[in-house]
């Protein structure tokens, strides 16, 4: 069999994952096996492949992949997030570019440009995770829109509704001015910006006097109903029962006070917009004042205003600011330093708005989710995102589900002209229901009008556990029974709120039942500065471009190899390159041991006879140990552990010790044993580096058609390993690094052979390990001996002393010369330590233990001096 010279990722990953998906491999469908079930977290259907996705979905893929190979039945369900913000925002781009408004449709032209969009683009992402080996049931593929999984949410929906979980009302909700939308809590982002904070004077009505106020936004100001003041404060006491004049507009508003202001903040006194923010409007509530609200909902200012109508918020707060000057209002401004709120989706600044929305209410669905968390019934990894989550759970908020959108599940209630409503499914089923309730009205489809709004795109996000194995339609059905709960989920924390708890929520409201056993946080990639990648900053590479250099082994090694649980993962691309460095590794391991010549009638060694049981034994105990780190989710741990064992232990030790003298062949028996032994390893590396270790799992052996290295079983943990073995053999090696050292510091060439001496009675020698010995250290051979030779070197390892005669090795006048060098340096030290110890100051004010450290290095010094001076004699003597 001719082998290529280097490994080409790019011919074998397309070859094998092409043999994998025409296999149908990656297929699951319930058996008699336990099942290991993980649910992809759903991209975006906009989405591409991102540094984020390569970290989550290979973490994915190696849990699964190790899964299978452990018996389990394992499933990995992929699918896309319908994503309403993010596609109706790609929508309506496209549209722009061919000079349509979305405007000027209606909303079902709108939606058929959108499928149209979603057809095309949509699901490119999970067809660039097949690049990288992904292995999941394809076959499976849901999309959140699928009729199925949208039943579900309008069902989910109708229930809540009736429990009276879902309510409709006016609220302060957070507006998207550039995607016209509300949005959750959840997803507004607060940043750090650099404002300037606003002082401004209103006149007390009636009089000449002013009370000054500090606003980081006078354009709210036409917006204002009152001002308020701390009960407390007494320079304000004055003002019980006044009202001060709002600038521009000249509305008399009332003087309240309350506990809420913070009178150290600017003056002490606040301007109360209710229309504009969430604490004013609570005021606003608390004592009945008037809301006006000055925005449209694209931001700009609108006829309430009164000044500065239809020009942009940001622009507003430039242009009123001179009007505040000329009109002799505004007293000063100031650098300031606060936090504003932006929306994950779009980046725009939020604005607090009065709007009539549907929510749906949480406390009573967070208990048992918080309860199942911290009762470890589900567990985290790393736990202390417990913290976090219990936090937020424990404040939870109403949600707000409504979307001033079109792309996405439609919200299914139906408006009647008597202003009446009803919940249904579709238009007929309402029309029946409305029929039923009003026979007075004598409706008919017509007289009904659908919700405009869509339901946030996380409401149908919370239930993908469930409605993919169709669980909200059909509860009790086989393949949820089978599959759920899954087994684990891999996801980032910055969704533990909008995702994970919510989906924990819905388990228990409509199964009774935890979603997942188990959660893995994965950290957030960053560059070596510690900066998120992202495209915007060009500190992110193209995930597929690295593939094509490095190929997807070298890819997966580069992102694990350094990402703990919960912790960044500081990226740089020379892990790739390590990735792919070790792929060469490998591959030239194999190419070394397939170019062997073979001799069936040779007899197997006992240097070799010893190596190949150790390395078996190092095999079955590097797979307990990284059965522990996968139970724990150290994935990085476990892989560096496993590269440690390939590289270190297999390919520069094992390797040397088994391999045939130059031009002569191996007996048959040790390379069959050491084909066994590659094969152990290929299995053990396989969900890591999944394409190499085919490949060369296929090349090991003779294979069937229909064979493949992922649906064998992992190498066995059950038969135990010998940890005195191991210990012998690493005290082996200790005795080949002290003779090789010997060597180096000697110039000893490799080709000189040796004669190694050993302190001690032959029959207490270790036969097996002495074979390690001679092939390792080209010695001639090993005699036991009762007196120490004469020129030579000694090291004591584990209480024996050994010995190796160099005189004759050696130029005796340069190693006589390096002796006494190293003996006046000891000396030197020596007298260095006896000074110190001979000051009563010291030893009697110096710790102990400090000057226990001093006393070691006396007796090590004068032993090295010992040796150093027999060593010395020797040499004499024997030149």
């Avoid at 699964?64 to 190979?69: H, K, L, N, S, V």
């Avoid at 949820?480 to 989906?503: D, G, H, K, N, Q």
């Avoid at 490949?695 to 649906?711: F, N």
Wanted: proline letters at 5%.
């Amino acid at each position: 069999m001719e082998i290529a010279t280097k490994y080409d990722p790019k011919n074998i990953e397309d070859k094998w994952y092409g043999y994998w998906m025409k296999n149908e491999f990656f297929k699951s469908e319930p058996n008699e096996k336990e099942s290991y079930t993980i649910v992809i977290p759903p991209p975006n259907v906009t989405g591409v492949l991102h540094m984020g996705h390569m970290l989550n979905k290979s973490i994915q893929d190696i849990l699964i992949r190790r899964a299978r190979m452990m018996g389990y039945n394992a499933l990995w369900v992929p699918g896309t997030d319908h994503a309403s913000i993010a596609t109706e925002a790609k929508v309506v781009t496209l549209l722009k570019e061919r000079g349509i408004e979305k405007s000027q449709l209606t909303r079902e032209q709108f939606l058929e440009y959108a499928w149209e969009w979603k057809e095309k683009h949509g699901g490119i992402i999970l067809q660039q995770l097949k690049k990288l080996g992904a292995s999941c049931d394809w076959s499976r593929t849901k999309f959140t829109m699928d009729s199925d999984l949208s039943e579900s949410v309008l069902d989910t929906f109708i229930d809540l509704h009736n429990k009276g979980k879902i309510y409709r009302g006016v609220r302060m909700v957070n507006w998207d001015p550039k995607a016209l939308t509300a949005i959750s809590d959840e997803e507004v982002i607060y940043q750090e910006v650099q404002s300037k904070l606003y002082y401004v004077r209103y006149q007390l009505e009636g009089t000449d006097q002013y009370i000054t106020i500090a606003t980081t936004r006078p354009e709210t100001i036409l917006g204002d109903t009152a001002i308020c003041v701390h009960p407390d404060d007494d320079r304000y006491a004055n003002l019980r029962g006044k009202r001060a004049i709002v600038p521009l507009v000249s509305r008399p508003v009332p003087i309240i006070f309350d506990e809420y202001v913070d009178r150290e903040f600017g003056t002490g006194a606040l301007k109360i917009t209710p229309a504009h923010d969430i604490n004013d409007y609570n005021l606003g509530i608390k004592y009945n004042l008037d809301t006006i609200n000055i925005f449209n909902d694209n931001g700009t200012l609108n006829e309430q205003a009164q000044l500065l109508v239809g020009t942009d918020r940001f622009e507003a707060r430039q242009q009123i600011v001179p009007l505040l000057e000329n009109a002799g209002n505004l007293v000063k401004i100031e650098d300031y330093v606060n936090k504003v709120g932006y929306s994950e989706r779009t980046n725009e600044v939020i604005e607090p708005k009065l709007s009539m929305q549907w929510f749906c209410k949480m406390e009573e669905m967070a208990k048992p989710a918080l309860k199942a968390v911290m009762d470890d019934l589900i567990r985290f990894f790393p736990e202390k995102f417990k913290n976090t989550y219990s936090h937020w759970m424990e404040n939870v908020k109403d949600w707000c589900i409504s979307r001033q959108l079109w792309w996405g599940h439609r919200i299914p209630v139906y408006y009647l002209p008597n202003q009446e409503y009803v919940i249904a499914k579709t238009p007929e089923e309402a029309l029946h229901i409305a029929q039923e309730k009003y026979p007075e009205l004598n409706l008919m489809i017509d007289s009904l009008k659908q919700d405009e709004d869509v339901m946030d795109t996380w409401f149908s996000s919370w239930l993908w556990p469930l409605s993919i194995f169709d669980g909200i339609r059909h509860p009790n059905n086989p393949e949820l029974s089978y599959y759920y709960p899954t087994s684990v989920l891999v996801t980032a924390p910055e969704i533990i709120f909008f995702w994970v708890a919510r989906m924990i929520m819905a388990g228990f409201e409509w199964k009774n039942e935890i979603p997942f056993r188990n959660v893995y946080f994965t950290g957030i990639v960053r560059d070596k500065l510690r900066r998120k990648m992202s495209k915007s900053l060009g500190n992110s590479p193209d995930p597929l471009d690295l593939i094509a250099q490095y190929g997807a082994d070298g890819v997966r090694f580069g992102m694990l190899c350094s990402s703990p649980a919960g912790n960044d993962l500081l990226f740089d691309e020379s892990l790739c390159e390590q990735g792919r460095n070790f792929n060469n590794k490998i591959w030239n391991a194999f190419r070394l041991v397939k170019g062997w010549d073979v001799d069936e009638n040779g007899e197997q060694p006992l240097h070799s006879q010893v190596a190949i049981k150790w390395m078996n034994q190092r095999v079955t105990q590097v797979c307990t140990e990284i059965q522990d780190d996968f139970e724990k989710y150290r994935l990085s741990e476990a892989l560096m552990t496993l590269y440690k064992l390939v590289w270190n232990d297999f390919c520069s030790y094992f390797l040397e010790v088994v391999k045939p003298p130059y031009q002569q062949a191996i007996d048959g028996k040790s390379y069959r044993e050491i084909i066994d032994v590659f094969e152990k390893l290929m299995l053990c590396l396989h969900p890591f580096m999944p394409f190499i270790t085919e490949e060369l799992w296929h090349s090991l052996k003779e294979r069937t058609a229909g064979e493949s290295i992922m649906i064998q079983p992992m190498p066995s943990t059950s038969v135990p390993y010998g940890l005195p073995f191991l210990d012998r053999f690493a005290n082996t090696q200790k005795i080949v690094e002290e003779i090789r050292r010997v060597r180096t510091q000697k110039n000893i060439p490799q080709k000189n052979k040796l004669v190694l001496f050993i302190m001690g009675d032959e029959k207490n020698g270790d036969v097996e390990m002495n074979s390690i010995i001679s092939k390792l250290c080209n010695l001639e051979g090993i005699r036991f001996i009762t007196e120490k030779p004469n020129g030579a070197v000694s090291f004591i390892q584990q209480n024996t002393e050994y010995f190796i005669p160099v005189s004759q090795n050696i130029n005796v006048e340069e190693e006589l010369a390096k002796l006494a060098a190293e003996l006046e340096y000891t000396e030197k030290f020596r007298q260095s330590v006896l000074n110190k110890l001979s000051n009563e100051k010291f030893v009697s004010g110096a710790p102990e233990a400090v000057v226990n450290i001093e006393r070691k290095k006396q007796a090590d010094s004068e032993e090295k001096i010992k040796i150093l001076t027999e060593q010395i004699a020797n040499l004499k003597q024997n030149s």
